[in-house]
Every structure is written in structure tokens, then in C-alpha cells.
């Protein structure tokens, strides 16, 4: 998968990949004002998500496993408040606990094996309150056999790094029993004007193409995950 995430690499923010434009506009509504906050960007990919808040004023800390991913990303952002990471997301985060006001993680999600882990971490290096918003392709996509895929521009080939068919059930409550309280959960279809713009969406105006979950480090201890 990481050697699928370098080669894609070098098209990710040329391929009309509707998603990301999709995401976008929903990721930083629900971030807010980001001015003087810590931010952690988990599977940054180019820095699509980082390059913005470092230019909204925040402090980020941006990790991904994969080396093709992250050149791109420091080259686009050269601002001192951001540091990159080499870290693999099925490890523990290497960040102190309580040390982030706030989370995102760009479409990243079907490509972990164990969401509770995930977000358990994600839970662990945010301070109180702290707020967390996720991004993922919407199950609902697996549906209709879709997946993370690029065209690679040296063989011309679809390749597709690798996908874990979650439920959206299960992506939720990952999130609850890892600590967060839900403060929205965003299914996200395009429109015809939006499929105008990218054809690759065309066919699927009006179907859920993105979830996107709002959530806060909630007061306590997480709930134990159930026995398979
Ligand atoms: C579809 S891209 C999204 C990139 C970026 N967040 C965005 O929204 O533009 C998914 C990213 O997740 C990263 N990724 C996938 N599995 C990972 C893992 N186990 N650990 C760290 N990063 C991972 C990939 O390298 C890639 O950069």
C-alpha cells in the first residue's frame, strides 16, 4: 500500500479526484477558526489539509507512511509552525498525551485495519474538548465497487493501494468507544452542477460519495470495545 501511495503520489493533486474536492469545503467548515491552535494532520498525503491551516494560523504536526506523499507535502509547505513525520498509522502516535487542540484526517480511514486503535490514539494526544474531524470515502461506495484508485502515469494501469470494506455502523462506533462524543456525521452527495465540474462524479449524483465525522474528546474514559 505505501508503495502504492508513492507512485500515486506524483498525480494526487492533478487526477480530478472528485473526493478531495468534495471533502474540502466540509473539512474546514467544521474546523472553524484554527488561529493559534495545535493541529495534527494524520495521513497528510500532499499536505492538502496542512498547507491550509498552517496558512489559517495554526501549529501542525502532519504524519504519513509514505515517503513519496510527504516530499510533496514539504515542498508545498514551507512554513516553520508545520513539522512532518514518517509515522504508519497502525502504529501508536509518537505524540504526548493531551497535546493537540484538534485533529484531521483526510480520506484515510479504509486504509487502516483497526479503527478502534486508530481512534483511540486520535483520543489520547487531544487535549479536553479537544475536536477531531474525519474524513472518509462513504461506504455506501463499496456498493457500487468503489475504491481508492489512481491511474499510475508511468504504465498507465488502475491501481488501487488497498481497502478495508468498513460499514458506516462501524466507523461510528470505533469513534464512540474510543471516547468522542458525535457532534455530527455528514453524508455527502454530489450534485449535477458539482459533476459539471468533475466528470468522475457524474455518475454518482446523488449518492453518498463522503462521510465526514465531527467529533469531541469527550469527558471520561472510553467505553470497552465488545469481544468479536
Ligand atoms: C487518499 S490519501 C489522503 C491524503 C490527504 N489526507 C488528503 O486528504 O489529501 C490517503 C493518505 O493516507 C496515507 N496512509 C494510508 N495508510 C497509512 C498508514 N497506515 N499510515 C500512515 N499513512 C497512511 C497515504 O500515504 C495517503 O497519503
Known amino acids: 500500500m505505501r508503495d502504492g501511495y508513492d507512485r500515486w503520489a506524483l498525480v494526487y493533486d492533478h487526477d480530478a479526484n472528485p473526493l478531495p474536492a468534495l471533502e474540502e469545503p466540509c473539512v474546514r467548515a ?20 496542512t498547507a491550509w491551516l498552517a496558512e489559517a494560523g495554526a501549529r501542525v504536526t502532519a504524519l504519513d507512511f509514505s515517503a513519496g506523499m510527504l516530499e510533496r507535502a514539504r515542498r508545498k ?24 487542540d484538534a485533529a484531521v ?17 486520535v483520543r489520547r494526544v487531544l487535549r479536553p474538548s479537544g475536536q477531531a474531524v474525519v474524513s472518509a470515502m462513504h461506504p ?69 460519495m463522503l462521510l465526514v465525522l465531527v467529533l469531541r474528546a469527550a469527558a471520561g474514559r472510553p467505553a470497552p470495545t465488545p469481544a468479536p
Open 77 to 100: 509547505v514551507a512554513a516553520a509552525t508545520v513539522r512532518f513525520l514518517v509515522h504508519d498509522l497502525h502504529e501508536p502516535l509518537p505524540l504526548g498525551d493531551a497535546s493537540f
Open 140 to 208: 455506501a461506495m463499496f456498493l457500487r465497487d468503489s475504491r481508492a484508485r489512481f491511474t499510475d502515469p508511468d504504465t498507465g494501469a488502475i491501481e488501487t493501494p488497498g481497502s478495508v470494506r468498513y460499514r458506516c455502523g462501524e466507523v461510528v462506533m470505533a469513534a464512540v468507544r474510543a471516547g468522542f462524543a458525535l457532534e455530527d456525521v455528514g453524508e455527502h452527495a454530489p450534485d449535477a452542477a458539482f459533476a459539471r465540474r468533475y466528470p468522475r462524479a457524474e455518475r454518482y449524483v446523488g449518492w453518498p
Open 105 to 121: 484526517s483526510g480520506l484515510v480511514l479504509e486504509h487502516l485495519r483497526d479503527l478502534g486503535a486508530f481512534f483511540t490514539e
Open 30 to 49: 467544521a474546523l472553524g477558526d484554527v488561529r493559534g491552535l495545535d493541529v495534527v494532520d494524520l495521513g497528510c498525503g500532499t499536505g492538502r489539509h
